[in-house]
């Protein structure tokens, strides 16, 4: 035992236990130790244990090492208001190293935890606070690094170094205190190590993070506290977030750059569950990765972007409950593959975007099974060479503005919907500029309030309907356009046609028609329609059965009427043949 209170201690090379089984102890608790090399625990022939305990007093030293061979164990206490300042600390070298701070201020260059392959390293902080250039956990060894209290400022926190072997583990636990860091790493991508961030309390303010899984498992588990950072990155085969409780907050940059969240690579996960809440400008998952949000989770941000930038591998984005607010959504994008799918839960894109909009310039497609969508612009189809494809199964969509299927010219867009609501508060367009279908069939409901566009403005449009029921206060028909009403019924304000209407069967009420392109009916058994035509195209009534048509019928100059139907047919109203 070696008790310092008081006065200066200078040495080059300091050895506390250096002999086999004999345990050594220096207590500083005043005054200044000055060396170059400070080695606790250092018996190369067998094992042997050293401890200090520093309390007060300054020590100064170029390199501190903590068990330096196998079997040596070597523990740092820095208590109440000892003040440590070292080039570089080494816990666990080839042996074992404990570092506990409750105090006082260490200030280090480089901080090691498990420098060796056979090292094992272990940090506790509840108080005090610590400073150092280069932190790392596990750089060639195992390291631990538990922080229950104090604060610890770094340049750079790596957590497995890239020089770890394989089946190496390196941890850092995080339940209170602070931990400010311009650079958080987990993970080395290089080796098949593990590495694991596990947040419960406490905050973290990092400018960027890294969980970096390309080779090794890499995990950052958050369950409490909070997460500041202007850029989050999830990328590797074995990475993953787990983030089931407090804040995690990627905010832009000084220059005005917008802060990310990304996740990228086949295999990298994101999982927001529980009370987690994500707070981004920019959320990001492209080249295969992926995103699931549960519970009550909330992912809020300006932009969410679901493949992104290369065709394959598809990412995808699944919600089964909790709550995305986004101002857009952009499904399949620069030339990305995404797939967006939805079992429970509200996706709101009405913020500053406005804009849902799927395959733009690559290939997008949403799923939705259940839950609620809130969009304001929705473009299924959008950008050059865009492919887009919206199944609506199940829940509620509520477009507030414009509703597009095939949006711009060389898109094509496809909205299947078997089920659900679907209420478009504005108007809906299929094949507006690009190529668009619209299959309605099952339960499905269609509840358009303006008019609903099939063809138009130099695109193709498709209407199936062979189920569900369709009301809106107009169809209009383009001259490419197709409407298709095999099943169902279609409830209409009007109809005006200058391209295809086609009745084989389901129901049409509407007040009025006005066929400037070819309406057809199949009349199978006997079949009714009761409205108002004004005919200017072509009308074919066919079939094997009868057809009873209620209503005024004005036959312009260049409308013709063709009946063929096996059946005949009966008009109950004034018609009237120019």
């Known amino acids: ?83 440590l300042t070292a080039a570089q600390v080494k816990v666990g070298e080839e042996g074992t190293g404990v570092f506990n701070q409750s105090g006082g201020t260490a200030t280090v260059t480089e901080f090691k935890l498990g420098t060796w392959t056979t090292g094992t390293g272990r940090a506790e902080l509840s108080g005090g606070q610590l400073n150092a250039n280069y932190l790392t956990v596990g750089e060639r060894g195992d390291g631990s690094f538990k922080q229950t209290g104090g604060t610890v400022r770094t340049d750079y926190l790596q957590v497995l170094y890239h020089e770890a072997e394989a089946g190496k583990q390196a941890s850092y636990s995080l339940s209170g205190g602070m931990l400010q860091s311009y650079w958080l ?22 400018d ?50 917008s802060g990310s969240l990304l996740v990228s690579g086949a295999g990298a996960n994101y999982r927001l569950s529980g ?147 679907h209420n478009a508060l504005n108007v809906l367009l299929v094949g507006y500029r690009g190529n668009g279908t619209y299959n309605l069939s099952g339960p499905a409901v269609l509840n358009v309030s303006g008019t609903s566009g099939v063809g138009g403005y130099g695109g193709t449009g498709t209407f199936n309907q062979s189920g569900g029921t369709h009301t809106t206060s107009q169809v209009a028909i383009g001259s490419a356009g197709t409407y298709r009403l095999d099943g169902g019924t279609l409830n209409a304000g009007s109809v005006v046609n200058q391209g295809t209407l086609h009745l084989a069967g389901g ?13 057809s009916v199949v009349a199978t058994g006997a079949r009714s ?4 035509l004004d005919n200017q195209g072509t009308v074919d009534i066919g079939g094997g ?23 005949g047919s009966v008009f109950n109203g004034e018609v009237v043949n120019h």
Request: charged share 10%; hydrophobic share 30%; proline share 1%.
């Open 1 to 83: 035992l070696f008790q310092q209170s008081g006065g200066t201690h200078n040495t080059p090379h300091l050895t506390i236990g250096d002999k086999d089984t004999v345990a050594a102890t220096y207590d500083l608790s005043g005054g200044v130790l000055k060396t170059d090399l400070t080695a606790i625990a250092n018996n190369y022939y067998g094992a042997t244990t050293g401890m200090m305990n520093h309390r007060g007093g300054m020590h100064e030293t170029g390199i501190l090492g903590l068990g330096s061979f196998s079997g040596n164990v070597g523990t740092y206490n820095l208590l109440s208001t000892g003040s």
């Open 275 to 421: 009370t987690g809440v994500v707070r981004a400008s920019e959320a990001v998952i492209y080249l295969g990765g992926s995103f699931d949000l549960s519970a009550s989770g909330s992912l809020l941000t300006e932009r969410t972007k679901v493949g992104y930038f290369g065709p394959a591998p598809e990412s995808s984005f699944v919600q089964n409950g909790g709550h995305h607010q986004t101002g857009t959504l952009a499904v399949g994008s620069s030339g990305g593959t995404g797939r967006y799918i939805l079992h429970g839960g509200m996706l709101d894109a009405t913020g500053l975007g406005l804009t849902l909009s799927l395959g733009d310039g690559g290939t997008g497609a949403f799923v939705q099974n259940g839950g609620t969508v809130n969009a304001g612009w929705m473009f299924v189809g959008d950008g050059s060479g865009g492919q887009g494809k919206y199944d609506l199964n199940g829940g509620t969509l509520n477009t507030a503005w414009e509703a597009v299927v095939g949006f711009s010219t060389g898109t094509t867009g496809v909205f299947n919907q078997t089920g659900g609501t």
């Open 529 to 532: 329609l009761t409205t108002n």
């Open 185 to 206: 790493s987990v993970g080395n991508g290089v080796s098949s190590a593990e590495a694991r961030f596990e947040q419960t309390g406490g905050n973290v303010e990092a």
């Open 545 to 567: 059965g009868s057809f009873t048509f209620n209503g005024n019928v004005v036959n312009q100059a260049s409308g013709n009427v063709h009946l063929h139907n096996a059946g």
């Open 507 to 519: 129901s049409l009420n509407t007040a009025s028609i006005d066929n400037r392109g070819a309406l």
């Open 208 to 257: 960027s993070v890294g969980i970096n899984g390309s080779t090794g498992k890499s995990n950052y588990a958050m369950s409490g506290g909070t997460l500041s950072t202007q850029s989050l990155a999830v990328f590797g085969k074995y990475s993953t977030m787990d983030h089931s409780g407090g804040t995690v907050t990627v905010n832009d940059l000084d220059d005005g750059v």
